[in-house]
Structures are given as structure tokens and as C-alpha cells.
């Protein structure tokens, strides 16, 4: 209980030190927007400079310095406020292809205040609400293991289709509609495309590979609605403990490179820290319960993400 309550307060710490740096930053970029011509058009367009302040200070820069001290109705009129113009600044920016910076920015404030206002709220984050529908865990059905590689076969090329398809053209075309492309230089580019273009082929290798592994060893499928029935510490799973993941963020990040887009990376990233954050902990906590003592002996002896050097026999 004791260190529930400590976790709590570390918790609510972090979203008043958010708050805290988002008022600071606010301030500053107004600063920026009246004395410097370029902040301004990147970041409002053709917007009233003045009639915008006239709210966003006070229901932004203002409310979030309050929120900072974790009086909970400003905690929520600056998250309430910052979502409602990052939408706001989203189809501004869609429709007239001015402030693409503008409303970069508030979609990162908005996901830091929603994340801030529950950490204030409850001293944590529901991490557990991602696990729905499809991404349930649930034991895998006992099936043969040519029927658990079908069904992953399945899974990749629905995911692989969206997650690597899908979503990165519509972030890249955001991007060029945004006006916020990073232009490199001609040569630059064709380097940064082959690059991504080796990268891919490498993480699409590593991940029919650790997908392979898991429905033929782990008598199931990577999608959590039907998870391995047996623990799988073999093939790239003896190298880090979810090649999956490494090979799914390492493809996104490939994606990007290929597709000369900065955001398709930061998609990418962002993967990342989600699964590595939200995702993994719960997944982890799951294979321990399920099967104690050779997964944390497992867990112990496996790296995450980057293997770690065979230990030397004296």
C-alpha cells in the first residue's frame, strides 16, 4: 500500500511538472509569435495573432500554470481547451495548408495534458484500457502448427498493410499538406531512401522470422487475442525477449526513410515508447502469471531490445 501511495505521488508529480513546463513554453512561444514573423506564419498562418491570445493565454498559458499546482478545474480547462484548438488547428491546417507547425505542436501538447490530467487525477495512467477486442490477451486455441502459421500469415499482412501502408500515407500526405516536409538534398535523399530500403528488408526478415517461431514453438499467434500457449525462448526470442517488436518499429522507421518523411519516423518512434511504456509491462505481467518462475529466469537472462554480450567463462 505504502508504495501504491508513493507511486501515486510520483505520478501526480510528473503531470504538475508537466503543467508546469507546458505554461512556461506557452509563454515563450507567444513571445515568439509577436516579435518574430516567422513563429507567427509558421504557427498560426493567416490567424488573428491578438484575438487568438485574448484566449489561448488565459485558457492555455494561464490555466496551465494554475494546473500546475493541481487545482483540478484548471487541469481540466487547460486539457479541455489545448484538445479542442489541437482539432481546431488540425483542420486549419488541412483546409488552408497554413500553421502545419501549429498544430504539430498542439497535438503533442494535447496527448502531454490528457496524459498530465490523469496522472493529477489519479496518480497513474489506465494503461489496462488498451487491452480490448483484438488486443485482449487470451490464450491461443489448440490448433496444429499449420494453422497457427496461417493465422499469423493473416495477421501480418493485415497489420503489415495498415501499420506500415496505410497510416504512413496518410501521415506523409499530412505532412506535404501541412507544409512541414524536411527537404534534403538530392543525394542525401537517394542515400536515406536505399538505407531505409535495407533496413526494412532486414527488420521484415527478423519479423517472419520471430513470427514463424511463434506459431510453430509457441503453439499460437503474435496477436494478443490468441497468444502462445508455450513460452517461446528460442529462434530471435534467445537474442531479445520481443522481436517483434524490434522488427515492427525498426520497419516503421524504415517506412519514413524511404518515404523521406520525418513524421512516418516519429510514428514510428513513438511505437516505441508506447509498447515499451504501455504495452510490454501488461504483456510481461501476463507471461509471468502464466508461467513463473522460467519466464523471470527468462526475463533475467534476455535484453529487451538490444542483445546483450554472451557473459565470459572464467
Not at 36 to 55: F, I, K, M, N, S
Request: some cysteine; charged content about 10%; aromatic content about 10%.
Amino acid at each position: 500500500m505504502t508504495l501504491l501511495l508513493a507511486l501515486k505521488h510520483r505520478g501526480r508529480t510528473l503531470g504538475r511538472a508537466y503543467f508546469a513546463v507546458q505554461a512556461v513554453a506557452g509563454a515563450l512561444w507567444w513571445v515568439g509569435v509577436f516579435t518574430l514573423p516567422q513563429v507567427r506564419e509558421a504557427t498560426l498562418g493567416g490567424l488573428d495573432p491578438v484575438l487568438t491570445a485574448a484566449l489561448d493565454i488565459p485558457l492555455f498559458v494561464v490555466a496551465s500554470g494554475v494546473a500546475a499546482t493541481a487545482f483540478r478545474p484548471a487541469v481540466w480547462v487547460a486539457t479541455v481547451w489545448t484538445a479542442c484548438v489541437t482539432v481546431a488547428m488540425m483542420l486549419y491546417a488541412t483546409i488552408t495548408q497554413e500553421a502545419g507547425w501549429g498544430a504539430l505542436a498542439m497535438m503533442a501538447a494535447a496527448a502531454g495534458s490528457v496524459a498530465a490530467a490523469l496522472l493529477i487525477q489519479t496518480g497513474r495512467l489506465p494503461t489496462e484500457l488498451v487491452l480490448f477486442g483484438p488486443f485482449a490477451f487470451h490464450l491461443a486455441r489448440p490448433a496444429s502448427a499449420a494453422r497457427n502459421a496461417a493465422r499469423t500469415g493473416l495477421q501480418i499482412v493485415v497489420f503489415w498493410g495498415l501499420a506500415l501502408g496505410v497510416v504512413p500515407v496518410i501521415i506523409a500526405t499530412v505532412e506535404q499538406r501541412w507544409k512541414v516536409s524536411l527537404v534534403l538534398p538530392e543525394g542525401w535523399a537517394n542515400g536515406v531512401r536505399i538505407a531505409g530500403v535495407a533496413l526494412f528488408l532486414a527488420a521484415s526478415a527478423l519479423g517472419l522470422w520471430s513470427a514463424a517461431s511463434m506459431s510453430t514453438k509457441g503453439e499460437g499467434t503474435p496477436l494478443p487475442s490468441a497468444m502462445p500457449r508455450a513460452l517461446v525462448v528460442s529462434g530471435p526470442y534467445r537474442l531479445v525477449r520481443n522481436p517483434m517488436a524490434v522488427a515492427g518499429i525498426s520497419q516503421g522507421v524504415a517506412v519514413g526513410l524511404m518515404m523521406n518523411s520525418w513524421l512516418v519516423v516519429v510514428y514510428a518512434l513513438s511505437g516505441s515508447l508506447v509498447w515499451n511504456w504501455v504495452i510490454r509491462p501488461l504483456e510481461e505481467a501476463d507471461l509471468a502469471e502464466r508461467f513463473g518462475p522460467a519466464f523471470e529466469e527468462y526475463r533475467a537472462r534476455v535484453a529487451c531490445w538490444i542483445p546483450r554480450r554472451p557473459a565470459r567463462n572464467n
